[in-house]
């Protein structure tokens, strides 16, 4: 990119941090300082603008690059990661939205502390949402840093790391000064803006092949080197049983993770009741359904028209896939129109990290400071005094993903982001699934589902591939490699689940039924809820 064109983009970023900051200030000025509005924003959204709150918060940078970059890079083995965030919805939709919604107040261990004893159980789902949200902001600080290095010209280490700790900066701010009102908003203006590059980009695209979807895919497996193997299964996972089992954890954890993820789950509370919020869930459906479609034309168009060697000599993980293809589409990088081009779809791909990084930021932070400070300190801690935990809490994880981002930066995002969903389907779900439909669970049982999916979950990502052993893991000069899968879903996630079963059925505590039922009416009903 030539120097006026970087000026270009730079100009687009900033305009987007200016509007964004914009929001925080005037929200900021506006507020009362209480739980309810830095948590849940007042609860005052309407269905349309939470669905569309969602949808930014989970079309994230792995949706928007990872996903592209891994179709262009591995046709049709990238589409799973498409599916399996699609198909997650629907365990969503009827499993957790509106029961979620009537059971708690701000985060998972509302629901699950409301039948059983606060203090060791709201310690172990806050230590889990943080485990899991820091993971999460791992894979967009490593998206920031491709980005802004591709823009630059300088892959190096030097762009990388700095954007990494502005990016950290700055969702330090929308967090700290603006709460749950800010960071929807920006979430909002985040989800129209990709919409509309998403439209755009995936028309200009299949005009090119004049709207023929087949001569589309027949051109990416002609330019790919693979022929007709670059459209069937197998290209990245099918190699042997080890990359098999690796597909089908890797699935288990995206269709099973969404529904555990922490910054989603208090998205429900920032609507007036549960109806509001199973509607909201139809929004955002409708939108990511129709966004992940189009990643699936973006990827194979990116691979027809630049080509996978092309894209991999620019990231080798795939990352800048889709601002490669739209300099492609405006008439290369040199031109004037590749370069406009080029500048919007980047400045949206930022705008889009510095929103779901805010997001959640905010909902890790509500963990440490509603269930861990608030169990630690004194179980009815002042809520100014936990308003304030909270943003302390945004300054130190927002500092601990800015030092994890910096060591991950040759990671795919969307790969990191299947990370995340494992350790979430592993710690999250099972308790949050038992909690609200097992008649006997007990303390016992919620305590050790947690710990039981989150132990394992970490400890195989630390002894999988992704982390030694390889020359693609984080450490490829050692190797403490024990565990071949580099997705953990299919061993942790039954581990959580069975260690919830176990913890319960030898426990001495004798489930409370009363606290069930009380659980159970409020859950269905709404009777009672916040």
Known sequence: MTTEHQTLALILFSLFIAVTLGITTWVSRNRHGSAEEFYAGG???????????????????????????????????????????LVAWLVVLF?????????????????????????????AAGTSSVTVSVL??????????????LLLGDSGTAARTLTVIGVG???????????????????????????????????????????????????????SGHGLR?????????????????????????????????HILSRFYTVPTARAARRSVVWAI??????????????????????????????????????LLAAFLGG???????????????????????????????????????????????????????????????????????????LAQDLNVAFLVGLAFAVSASANLPVLLYSLFWRSFTTRGAVWSVYGGLIPAVVLV?????????????FPGVSFQFFPLQNPGLVSIPLGFLAGWLGTVTSAEEPDEAKHAETEVRSLTGAGAV
């Open 43 to 85: 609860r005052l959204f309407s269905p349309l603008e939470n669905g569309f709150a969602i949808a930014g918060d989970y079309m994230s940078a792995a949706s928007f690059l990872g996903i592209s970059g891994l179709i262009a890079l591995f046709g049709y083995d990238g589409l799973l990661y498409s599916v399996g965030f």
């Open 95 to 123: 499993l957790v939205a509106e029961l979620v919604r009537n059971c708690g107040r701000f985060t998972l261990a509302d629901v699950v502390a409301a039948r059983m004893s606060e203090r060791p159980v709201r310690i």
């Open 136 to 149: 999460y902001l791992v894979a967009q600080m490593v998206g920031a840093g491709s980005l802004v290095g």
């Open 169 to 223: 900066a700055l969702m330090v701010v929308y967090v700290s000064f603006g709460g749950m009102r800010a960071t929807t908003w920006i979430q909002i203006v985040k989800a129209v803006l990709l919409m509309g590059g998403a439209v755009t980009l995936t028309v200009l695209v299949l005009l090119r092949f004049h709207g023929n979807f087949d001569q589309l895919l027949t051109g990416a497996a002609e330019r």
């Open 230 to 262: 670059f459209l069937s299964p197998g290209l990245k996972y099918g190699g042997d049983w080890t990359a098999r089992f690796d597909f089908m954890s890797l699935g288990l954890a995206l269709v099973l993770g969404t529904a555990g993820l922490p």
């Open 286 to 323: 409708a939108l990511i359904g129709g966004f992940y479609l189009m990643t699936i034309v973006l990827g194979f168009g990116a691979a027809a028209l630049v080509g996978p060697d092309a894209v991999r000599a620019s990231n080798a993980s795939g990352n800048t896939a889709v601002p």
């Open 332 to 406: 290369g990088a040199d031109s004037t129109g590749g370069a406009v081009l080029f500048a919007f779809v980047a400045a949206i791909a930022f705008a889009t990290i510095l929103a779901v990084v805010a997001g959640i930021t905010l909902a890790s932070s509500a963990s440490v400071a509603h269930d861990l400070y608030a169990s630690l300190k004194r179980r009815h801690a002042r809520q100014r005094s936990e308003v304030a935990v909270a943003r302390t809490a945004a300054v130190g994880i927002g500092a601990v993903a800015i030092a994890l981002g910096l």
């Open 462 to 474: 630390v002894l999988s591939p992704v982390v030694s052993g390889s020359p693609e893991s984080l």
